[in-house]
């Protein structure tokens, strides 16, 4: 664990003072191995999540070579461009970019689709020294000279991979087309299959590479369980689960929209404060039930895999995977919405037996045996009866870690 200080790390002082007062003391690991060779100028390949604290990485050094050039930025004109593959990621970066910039005079667009384009438009007409936001809106202004990236001295990339499988290639191409070759560029994705290692490569000029291993940061912090049920028991699971108060802020995954309504609706009528989150909520939509889930107001978020990419909620008390995730990727993903800078939190899934295979997969990738809190599948192969085998009898809750997590029948 690296023990350095933000100012060791190089930064301005107007950016201290932003982190002091947003409270953060100590960089996090890739805070401490990123800022340092981006101050001097350096391309990185960061291989790190949403939780490490890869925001600030890139944004402290973007603002302090952004404030030290001193320019003003020309109408529709870019100074640096962070792309992000979703409108929610895009509005959390942006807050970020606002906090730690508070002290700083630098302007700040947010260019995604789901929102009005006049007003983004309106927005550029007085040039931008930072434009974050999602590929799509990125390219359509671009097209009409309503967003001009030939002054681009500093990109961003974030979560290419999942750029990637929301089938943004073409339109990221496109973008970096039209940055000039002189600039610095970033580079994070959570995982790093060949497609993302080849844009990495055509990208990047002799990029750092810092990787934050996955596995430390997340499996020791969160407490994962898997309760064993046919589909058709999974509402009155849920509904019993949200009984315990414990169950404070919780976010419920579904595979599909219309599970998510579904749920939603179902745990609205049993007098629970929900929100849904999926792609046919519009923007306001979606901020509102993102608004409302951090304020409290919302006890509940159901959500499908992408639209809760990237969302950075604190004191997620439990995730709860309703289905299984069609992709073991995901899975990790989704956990990771829970244990945030630090915390703790409680994973359940429930699994039915066409979800097996998925979480046999889940459990091969990450090496780790997800621990049976529900009745346990029946054997796939005749055993004879092992007394102490995981079952009714051994049913568990999930409200106190650590000490007595001893059971109540949910089912
Ligand atoms: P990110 O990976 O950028 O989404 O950040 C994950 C969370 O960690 C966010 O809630 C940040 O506000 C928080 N965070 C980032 N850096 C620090 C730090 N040095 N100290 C405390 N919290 C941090």
């Known amino acids: 664990m690296t023990q350095t200080t933000f100012t060791a790390l190089g930064l301005s002082e107007p950016l201290l003072r932003a982190l002091d007062a947003?409270?953060?003391?100590?960089?996090?690991?890739?805070?401490?191995?990123?800022?340092?060779?981006?101050?001097?100028?350096?391309?990185?390949?960061?291989v790190a999540q949403t939780g490490s604290?890869?925001?600030?990485?890139?944004?402290?050094?973007?603002?302090?070579?952004?404030?030290?050039?001193?320019?003003?930025?020309?109408?529709?004109?870019a100074r640096a461009l962070i792309l992000a593959p979703t409108r929610e990621l895009a509005l959390q970066i942006d807050e970020t970019v606002r906090a730690l910039s508070?002290?700083?005079?630098?302007?700040?667009?947010?260019?995604?689709?789901?929102?009005?384009?006049?007003?983004?438009?309106?927005?550029?007409?007085?040039?931008?020294?930072?434009?974050?936001g999602t590929?799509?809106?990125?390219?359509?202004?671009?097209q009409t000279r309503e967003l001009v990236l030939g002054a681009v001295s500093?990109?961003?990339?974030?979560?290419?991979?999942?750029?990637l499988d929301l089938g943004f290639i073409k339109d990221i191409r496109r973008i970096v087309a039209a940055l000039p070759p002189h600039r610095q560029s970033c580079l994070f994705s959570a995982t790093m299959p060949a497609e993302v290692a080849s844009l990495a490569n055509s990208l990047l000029r002799d990029p750092i590479r810092v990787e934050i291993a996955r596995k430390e940061e997340t499996a020791p912090k969160i407490e994962q369980f898997v309760h064993h049920l046919a589909q058709s028991g999974k509402q009155s699971l849920l509904l019993s689960m949200l009984q315990e108060e414990a169950l404070s802020r919780v976010i419920v995954f579904t595979r599909t929209k219309h599970g998510a309504?579904?749920?939603?609706?179902?745990?609205?009528?049993?007098?629970?404060?929900?929100?849904?989150?999926?792609g046919n909520k519009s923007q306001p939509q979606r901020e509102k039930a993102l608004r409302d889930f951090r304020s409290g107001r919302a006890r509940v978020l159901v959500a499908t895999d992408i639209a809760a990419r990237g969302i950075d909620v604190t004191g997620i008390s439990h995730v709860i995977n309703?289905?299984?995730?069609?992709?073991?990727?995901?899975?990790?993903?989704?956990i990771g919405r829970t244990a945030r800078a630090g915390a703790a939190g409680i994973a359940i899934s429930f699994c039915d037996p066409s979800e097996r295979p998925v979480l046999r997969q889940i459990e091969r990738q990450m090496n780790y045996t997800i621990e049976v809190v529900g009745d346990a599948p029946p054997p796939m192969t005749h055993q004879p009866k092992r007394p102490g085998a995981p079952g009714q009898a051994q049913r568990r809750r999930y409200n106190d870690r650590g000490g007595n997590r001893g059971m109540r029948s949910a089912a």
Request: overall charge positive.
């Open 53 to 77: 604290g890869k925001t600030a990485a890139f944004t402290l050094p973007i603002l302090q070579h952004l404030a030290a050039q001193q320019i003003r930025p020309a109408p529709f004109v």
């Open 22 to 46: 947003k409270k953060f003391e100590i960089p996090t690991p890739i805070q401490a191995d990123t800022i340092p060779a981006l101050l001097a100028n350096k391309d990185l390949l960061g």
């Open 154 to 163: 500093q990109f961003v990339l974030d979560e290419a991979d999942r750029m």
């Open 102 to 132: 508070i002290n700083l005079r630098l302007r700040t667009v947010v260019i995604i689709g789901g929102a009005s384009r006049f007003k983004q438009v309106e927005a550029m007409r007085r040039g931008a020294d930072i434009v974050i």
């Open 135 to 142: 590929p799509g809106r990125v390219c359509d202004l671009m």
């Open 322 to 334: 309703f289905d299984l995730p069609v992709e073991a990727e995901s899975y990790v993903h989704r």
């Open 261 to 278: 309504n579904k749920v939603a609706s179902v745990l609205e009528n049993a007098g629970i404060q929900v929100n849904a989150i999926h």
